[in-house]
Structures are given as structure tokens and as C-alpha cells.
């Protein structure tokens, strides 16, 4: 038995020179016990004859929306059906044409049609040339799926078909199937029935009508944070500054805007959940009086522009009254004694740990998608050091320790 065992797998195939690597991975999963449906654009068929993959998962290969003339089908709701029955979708070869497709929800062949009706999880590797891979366009689009909670397995850096080097082979079978292995090991729901308040992004506090105090926080830590909780069964609360992410998929949102907005959103949800995770950069002031116009430069003596700040109200330190046995994890960004200032909030802050990141380290500034944490817990445990990883990687280890805690 292995945790593929049993499950039901859609294996979607695009048009890529990588098809044929689909057959061996076909083969890989139903090997394990995996019951797997194949479903093809009409451009992969260019590559592999539909007739290997139907003899290879013993199922009927769907790809043509429609039947031929002639001949009746009830092909019109497969993909309805389909998008039910699955466990999970997994597409290898994607291309960049369908990820494109996916990202603004264009169901125009049967495997974008299934990807649209699907109730479970997505998983895409994309294959394609370097030069497209790195495209600002297709780099944008995956950064959009993977915001919805789509599973990307990075593609490996290679000889590629065009006959150059770079990034854009398909992940080999063996990696792919361990991934979909570790999908089903049991992480994936090892939170259900949990509730996980979450904070993101920046807050906004206002000079006058136009202009205001924030900081370069894109708010992409937390977002990974409460995707990959959905993903695995809790039921997730997002409190979120301004910023321009989509909402992830089955997680409730709120908006806010300033310091205070942030803190009466989360006191109102801080009785309901068994963790909290402070990701928010939260603005330590505030101006004291701002006016409801535009502040004129005629209106400062010349050569000086004041403004009177006051402190922003200290949202952990309000709702520690109320931690009882809820787990709370706060985020540190410091740039000197990076150890010593978070062991310091750690302790003043009543938190059970803190994860603390360096902006001067390549890949963990703001707005990246990568980042290099530490993990620091209360009590002295060992901290967890993690190398540079994607948000979403970095989200993930986070939550295994907050398993560890609840």
C-alpha cells in the first residue's frame, strides 16, 4: 500500500515535445494503486497517440468537448463529472498556453473545462523553453495560480528541446510522483477541524487626504500562510492591509486599511480560533490629528515639513489577555542584532514562537517570492534555520510546527 493507494487521479497532458514523459508517469501511478482518468488538449495528441495513454490506465482518454458528428456520447458533462470524481488533478506537461489559460479562466478544450469544474486540489509542472519560462507573463501567471493554492512542481534547468540550456524540463517522473505521494501522506487534512486566524500585508495610517505612512510589505508571506492552512483542512481567517492579491481559495477575507482597523478585526475573531499567526508589518505610529484635504507645501516654513505621530496601538500586546491555550506565532524583519531583537519580541510579545527573516539576505526581501526564515520558539527549544524557499514552502514548515503546538 502506498499513499497513492486507492486515489483518484485526473493526469491532465498539453502539447509539449515532454508528452511522452506522461506515459512513464502514468504508468508510475497506476503501478501504485493510483485509479487515473487522462484527459488531453487536442495539441497533445500531436505528440502522443491517445491510444497509449487509454492502454495504459485501462480508461477511456478524454480530450474532444464535443463528439464527432454522428455519434452520440455523454461527453457533454464529463467534465462536471469528472472535476467530482477526482482526488486530485494533476497536469504534466503544462504549457504556457494553458497556464495562461488557467490563470484568467478560459475553458475552451476539455482539460481547462475540468480544471474550472474541479472541487479538489490542483497540481501543475509545467515544460516548456527557457525563454518562455522566464517571461514576465508566464512568471506572473504561475505567481497567480500559486496564490490560488495551485501546486506548481518547478521545472528542472537542462538541455531543452530547442536545443539550449536552461530552465523548463519537466520534472522527472520519479520527483513528480514523490510529490503527489507527499500530497496524500496525510499533511493535506492534518488541520482539519482547526481555526487559524491569520494577518497580512501593510497598514496605511494617513498624513492628510492623499498621502500616508506604510511600509514595502506585499503581503505574500501571509497569504502563502493561509492557502497552505486551507489546503490542509482549517478553517482560515485572513485580516489583510492594502494589497493587490487575490483571495485564496476557501479562506474567509477581510480588508482593512490602518493599525486600529487591524486590531478590532482580529479582537473580533480572536475568541474564535485555536492560532493566531501575526504576519502583518503593522505601523508602529500614526499621525495624531491628519486633516481630511491636501496638506499644501505653501502651509510648512520653508525648508521644514512637520507632522505629529503618535504611537499605534500595540495589537499583540492587546489581545494577550486573551491567548489561554491559542497558539500565537509572530513575525520579526530586523536588520541589526537580527537573533537579539527577536528573542526580545519573542518574550515581550507572550509569543510561542516567532519566525524572523533579514530583508538584506538575497531572496528575502519584500515583495520577493522566496524567503530564509528562522524559527524561534519560547521555552528555548531549537530553533529551525530553513535555507531559502518559496513563501509558499516556507508557510508550509511553519504550519508543521504549529501542528507541533496543537
Sequence with gaps: MTTISGKKIILGVCGSIAAYK??????????????????????????????TFSSLSRNQVHMEMFPEKGRATAAGTWHIELGVWADLMLVAPITATTIAKLTYGIADNFLTSIALALRGPLMIAPAMDADMFIHPATSSNLSKLKERGVFVIEPEEGELASGLTGTGRLAEVDKIVEKVEAFFDGRHRDLEGKKILVSAGPTQEAIDAVRFISNRSSGKMGFSIATAAAQRGAEVKLVTGPVGLET?????????????????????????????????????????????????????????????????VDILKQLTPRKGKKVFIGFALETDDVLANAKKKLTSKSLDAIVVNNPREKGSGFGTDTNKVRILFAGGGDDVDLPLLTKYEVAQRILDQLKAFL
Excluded at 475573531?269 to 491628519?290: F, Q
Design 22 to 51: 506522461s506515459a512513464f508517469l502514468l504508468r508510475e501511478l497506476t503501478r501504485k494503486g493510483a485509479e487515473v482518468r487522462v484527459v488531453m488538449t487536442p495539441s497533445a495528441a500531436n505528440f502522443v497517440a491517445p491510444l
Design 248 to 312: 485564496p481559495r476557501s479562506v474567509e477575507r477581510k480588508d482593512v486599511t490602518t493599525a486600529q482597523e487591524m486590531y478590532l478585526a482580529l479582537d473580533r475573531n480572536i475568541d474564535w480560533c485555536d492560532a493566531l499567526i501575526m504576519t502583518a508589518a503593522v505601523a508602529d505610529y500614526r499621525v495624531a490629528a491628519p486633516p481630511d484635504r491636501k496638506i499644501k507645501k505653501s502651509e510648512f516654513a520653508e525648508g521644514e515639513a512637520k507632522i505629529d505621530l503618535v504611537e499605534n
